[in-house]
């Protein structure tokens, strides 16, 4: 069976919802199809706080059923090919679907085979990860009696970079509320040179490191998970450095590798593009989906554009971002479709991770392509105005207003 729409949408999270449901408003009369076969769409920047059992569970998702906007034709089936020289699609249950303009954003997918060993230890005992199960993560916390809790990361781009540390210091103060944190050395490996991009952030972050005592170690790049001795082991970047050294924590050396013994594993998986788009026309050579980093338009396709998470852009993979980015697609969408031209709005790669301290603390770090400090200026109607520090009124932000706004207005289509 073939389908014809005015405009076709891959996925409902974040990206999809938000396209969708702005598109609808300004053009009521288009032909909106939205394919996702998910019966449930998360708020996964929440996913941090329930690990470290200061969030619900339960508010983390709706029925996808109730986000997809009223007008928009949900489409309950998976894409799993592209053919953008006959514009159309092809589900899984093997329908054809045509389109004069398609919007791609189905995320990403968690590829933990990048990693020897990991497929089998993920989930497990002793490891766990806010990115896939942030239930057992929490259970596993509650359950640490002390020892090595590392807490690390892949050297692929992840979604929200900031996550991997922002559950290191929520965690750090659930292990003194379970009172294991004097019997727990916790430690940070990353593949990184710095703790943060942001020099201000940085500085505030190494201040909070210090305080909590951390053992950071970087250049260390995640190379295989051996669950059964419990060693994470590693290979060395040139810029191997540590910081707050603590000699407690069992290090082996392998020739380039060094394995860290540990009690505890939190990480974030690799994680790559879905493989039906990496194998698709519109992959670069990462397999990302290739955009233009202004215009958001596929590289190869002027009728195709691509946001979120599965987009090939050098800016931080967030909601935030793509709350700066729908807007972009959706005009230039409506543009092309009047005037056969794009509109002169261009993304300029503004990111932000707002890092969680500990309870009741956050610093928020807003971001664009240069890496430039960029707050909103609307914190000031907060009474923040220096988001850079630690701040309990941002931290309200996080756990009550950011949310609010999620559910209420950026997915109704509105511009927060
Ligand atoms: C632990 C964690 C903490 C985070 N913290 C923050 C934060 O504090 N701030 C922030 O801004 N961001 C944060 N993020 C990132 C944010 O959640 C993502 O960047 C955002 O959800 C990406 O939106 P998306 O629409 O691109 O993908 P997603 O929201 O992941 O949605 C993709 C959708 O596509 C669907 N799909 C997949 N394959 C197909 C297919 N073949 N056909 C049709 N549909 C398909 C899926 O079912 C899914 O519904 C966090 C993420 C995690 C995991």
Redesign the pocket.
Known sequence: MSFHYDTLI???????IMTAAQLHQKQPELKIGL????ET?YY??A??LVAANTYKFEHTSRPMRSVIPHGVHWIQE??VSFQPAQNQVTTGEGNLFTYDYLVV???LRMAPELVKGLKDAMDSEHVCS??TNPLHARRVFEKFKGGTALFTQPTTPI??GG?PQKIMYLADDLFKKTGVRSKTNMVFATPGTVIFGIKQIADTLMRVVNRKNIFLNFGYKLVEVDSKNQIAWYEMADHEKYHNHNKNVQVISDGNRKGIKYDLLHLAPPQAA?L?VSESPFANENGWMSVDKGTLQSTHYRNVFGL???AGLPTA????A?RKQVPVVVANILRLMEADKLTEKKYNGYS???LVTGYGKMVLAEFDYENKFTPDPKLKQMLVFDSYKEHWRLWLLKKYILPYLYWHKMLKGKEV
């Open positions: 891959v996925g409902g999270g974040t990206a999809g394919f996702d076969p998910a769409h996964q920047p996913f941090t998976s894409i954003c189905p995320g806010v990115y979604k929200c996550a879905p039906f979120g998470d599965v993979k967030t909601g935030a793509i932000s991770c707002p």
